[in-house]
C-alpha cells in the first residue's frame, strides 16, 4: 500500500534559517497519527509541504506517491487540509462556506457536512465571523471531511480552544475518520488531547524529527527508572537514556528499551504518552540518530 | 468559481456598478446639455453656452470641474488599487490562500478564474464610459483638438483599465498585503501614465518640423494646422539654419510695420520654426500608447500567474 506521506531528506529553508531539515517520515495508512513538537518545530513547515502549498529546499515529500508540488491535479482532491487558525472567509456565511466547498471539489460529499454540522446544532445562516472557536473549528473540520479526503492534514485543529471543545472535536475527528479509514497526521503541541485520538506519534524539535512510531509501541519501549543517586555519567546497560534528572538522593532515568535485571533499590515505571513526549522534548539530542521504531519492530 | 468570486467580490462590484453609472449619467447628461445649447445665435457667449436653468447649471458645473474628465483617468488606477491589489493579497494577508489553494482546483484554474471574472466586467465598465467620453468630447466641439483630451480617450481608458488591474494584481501577488500592494499600485499607475504622457508620447513617431517666413504663421500654434500636437514652443532660425532668440530675430529684421515683417524676415532667411505632430496621427498614437499599456499588463499578469503557481506560500 502506497504511504499517505513519505518524506525523505526533507528541508526548508526561509532565508538562513531552517525551518525543517532532513526530516524523514513515513506517515502509515488508515491511522490518525500526531505531529507533535513545540512551537516552531516545523509542524506547520511539513504539513504545509505535504500539502502541496510550498516547495521543499532540499529531499522530497511525496503523497500517495507524488509529489503535491507537481501533481496538484490529481492530489488536491484527496487530501483535505485544515491549515492554522482555521482560515475562512469571514463574511461567508456557513452555507456560503459549504458552497464554496461544493464548487471547489469533485468528491464533494454536501450530506456529510450537514449531518455533522446539524448534529453539533451550528447555524447555517450564520456567518463565520460571529462562530464561536469551537463551531469555527467544527465548520473548518466538516468542510475538510467533505472533501471526502484519503488523507487529511490537520495544523494545530485544537490550540485554540476550550478543553471541552477540544474534546468534542477529537471525539467528531474519530468518528469521522473511523468511517471511511482516513488517514490524518495532526499537528498539535497538547499532547494531552491526542493520547485517546492517535495512535502514530511523530515528534519533531528544532527542524529535525526526534522519534517516529506506533503509540503502544512506543508506550511499550519506554520505562521510567527511579532509584538511589548514581553518578551522572553512569549508563545502564541494555537501554538508552532519553533523559537523566538527579536530585541529591534519587536518580530519574527515562530510558529506551527493557532492564533484563534491575539492580536493587530500583523501580520501573511505565511512561504516560506525555511523560514520553515531555522527556524527548526536554533532550533534543535524544532520539534523532536511531530512530525507536526500528528497535521495536 | 463564478459564485465564489462573485460571492467575495460583490462589495467591489457595486462600486464599480456605481462609479460606471455615475460616470455615464454624467457624460450622457452633459453630452445631451451640449446639444441643445441655451444662448441664442449671435451672442458672444463663450465656447460653451448651456441654459441657466438648474439643470443647465448642474451641466455647467460637471464641466467646470471635469468631473468626467478626471474621473475617467482616475478610475482606472482606483480600481487597480481597490480591486486589483486586494484580490490575491487579501487571501494571502487572511491565510484563506491556504484555504482556497488545498481544494479540489488547480492554483492556475483559480486564478485564471479570479482574472476573467475581475477582468471582464471592469473592461465593459471602462469601454462603456469611454466610449461615452468620445462622444462628450465631441459635444465640445469648440475645443475640436482631439489631443487636449489624449488620456480621456476609449481605447486609451480601456487599456489603463487593464494595465491598473495588472499591476494591481501583481503587486498584490508579490507583496501579499493589500495596503501597500494598493500604494504601489497607485504610484505606479500615476508614474507609468505620466511617464509615457510627458516624456514618451510625443517620440512614438518622428515629429514633422513646421518652418514659415510669416512669424504670425503660426498663431499660437492654431494658425497651421488645428488639429495638429504642436510640442515645446516656437523658436527662431537664422538663415544659417541656428536657432536665435526671438529679440535677435527682431533686431535682424530691423523695424518696420507687422504687415512688412514677412517680406523683411524672407529677405533675412528668418524662420520660424515649431515640431508638431499632425492630427491625422491622433489614433496611431492612440493605439500606439494603448499597445505599450497592454503589453506592460500582459509581462504583470504573467508575472501575477506565476507568483501565485510557483511562489507564493
Redesign the interface.
Not at chain 1, 482560515?87 to 461567508?92: A, K, L, R
Not at chain 1, 464548487?103 to 464533494?108: D, G, T
Given at each position: 500500500m502506497i504511504a499517505p506521506i513519505e518524506a525523505t531528506g526533507l528541508g526548508k529553508r526561509y532565508g538562513k534559517t531552517w525551518a525543517l531539515q532532513n526530516c524523514s517520515i513515513r506517515v502509515p495508512v488508515g491511522r490518525i497519527a500526531a505531529l507533535v513538537g513545540p512551537n516552531g518545530a516545523g509542524k506547520t513547515t511539513f504539513l504545509?509541504l505535504a500539502?502541496?502549498?510550498?516547495?521543499p529546499t532540499t529531499g522530497e515529500v511525496r503523497v500517495f506517491g507524488r509529489t503535491p508540488q507537481e501533481h496538484?491535479?490529481l492530489l488536491?482532491?484527496r487530501?483535505?487540509?485544515v491549515?492554522?487558525?482555521t482560515?475562512?472567509?469571514?463574511?461567508?456565511t456557513v452555507a456560503?462556506m459549504m458552497?464554496?466547498?461544493r464548487?471547489?471539489?469533485?468528491?464533494?460529499d454536501q450530506k456529510v457536512v450537514e449531518t455533522k454540522l446539524r448534529s453539533l446544532n451550528i447555524p447555517f445562516d450564520r456567518e463565520i465571523a460571529k462562530l464561536s472557536g469551537g463551531m469555527r473549528s467544527q465548520v473548518a473540520l466538516a468542510l475538510a471531511l467533505g472533501?471526502n479526503p484519503e488523507l487529511l492534514l490537520l495544523d494545530e485543529p485544537v490550540a485554540r480552544l476550550d478543553p471541552l471543545a477540544r474534546r468534542e472535536f477529537m471525539q467528531g475527528l474519530t468518528e469521522a475518520v473511523a468511517e471511511n479509514g482516513t488517514s490524518v497526521l495532526l499537528s498539535s503541541h497538547l499532547v494531552a488531547d491526542l493520547e485517546r485520538v492517535c495512535d502514530y506519534l511523530i515528534i519533531i524539535n528544532g527542524g529535525r524529527v526526534q522519534v517516529a512510531g506506533d503509540i503502544d509501541d512506543l508506550l511499550a519501549a519506554h520505562r521510567l527508572l527511579v532509584g538511589p543517586r548514581i553518578h551522572e555519567d553512569t549508563r545502564p546497560p541494555g537501554v538508552e537514556v532519553v533523559r537523566a534528572q538527579h536530585t541529591e538522593r534519587q536518580s530519574s532515568l527515562w530510558v529506551r528499551g527493557k532492564v533484563s535485571v534491575l539492580p536493587a533499590g530500583w523501580r520501573e515505571e511505565t511512561l504516560p504518552l506525555e511523560e514520553l513526549v515531555i522527556a524527548y522534548l526536554s533532550a533534543p539530542a535524544a532520539g534523532t540518530l536511531a530512530k525507536p521504531q526500528l528497535e521495536v519492530a | 468559481m463564478l459564485w465564489i468570486t462573485w460571492r467575495q467580490h460583490r462589495v467591489e462590484g457595486v462600486w464599480v456598478l456605481i462609479a460606471t453609472t455615475l460616470m455615464s449619467a454624467a457624460a450622457i447628461f452633459v453630452t445631451y446639455k451640449l446639444g441643445h445649447p441655451g444662448c441664442p445665435a449671435g451672442i458672444p457667449g463663450g465656447d460653451i453656452c448651456l441654459q441657466a436653468d438648474p439643470a443647465g447649471t448642474v451641466a455647467q458645473w460637471i464641466l467646470r470641474v471635469n468631473l468626467v474628465n478626471y474621473g475617467i483617468v482616475i478610475l482606472p488606477a482606483l480600481a487597480g488599487a481597490f480591486i486589483g491589489a486586494p484580490l490575491v493579497a487579501r487571501e494571502i494577508e487572511n491565510g484563506t490562500h491556504r484555504l482556497a489553494w488545498t481544494q479540489g482546483v488547480t492554483r492556475v484554474r483559480w486564478i485564471f478564474a479570479k482574472l476573467s471574472l475581475l477582468f471582464v466586467p471592469l473592461l465593459a465598465a471602462s469601454a462603456v464610459v469611454g466610449v461615452l467620453e468620445v462622444f462628450l468630447i465631441d459635444a465640445m466641439g469648440s475645443q475640436p483638438n482631439h489631443w487636449n483630451w489624449f488620456d480621456q480617450q476609449a481605447p486609451l481608458t480601456v487599456a489603463a483599465t487593464v494595465f491598473a488591474l495588472a499591476l494591481g494584481v501583481a503587486a498584490g501577488a508579490m507583496i501579499g498585503r493589500s495596503i501597500p500592494a494598493m500604494a504601489v499600485t497607485l504610484v505606479g499607475v500615476v508614474a507609468t501614465r505620466f511617464t509615457l504622457a510627458v516624456f514618451v508620447r510625443a517620440h512614438y513617431m518622428n515629429p514633422i518640423l513646421f518652418s514659415s517666413h510669416d512669424p504670425f504663421s503660426l498663431n499660437g500654434s492654431l494658425g497651421a494646422d488645428p488639429s495638429a500636437w504642436w510640442l515645446d514652443q516656437p523658436s527662431y532660425q537664422d538663415a544659417a539654419g541656428h536657432t536665435i532668440g526671438q529679440l535677435e530675430a527682431l533686431r535682424i529684421t530691423g523695424g518696420g510695420s507687422p504687415t512688412d515683417l514677412p517680406t523683411y524676415w524672407k529677405d533675412h532667411g528668418i524662420s520660424i520654426v515649431q515640431y508638431y505632430q499632425p492630427g491625422d496621427r491622433f489614433w496611431t498614437f492612440q493605439t500606439i500608447e494603448s499597445g505599450i499599456l497592454l503589453a506592460l499588463a500582459i509581462v504583470l499578469l504573467g508575472l501575477a500567474i506565476y507568483w501565485v503557481t510557483r511562489r507564493v506560500s
Open positions: 504545509h500539502a502541496g502549498l510550498i516547495r496538484r491535479l488536491l482532491d487530501v483535505g487540509f491549515a492554522q487558525d482560515p475562512m472567509y469571514s463574511q461567508f456560503d458552497r464554496f466547498g464548487e471547489l471539489n469533485l468528491r464533494w472533501k | -
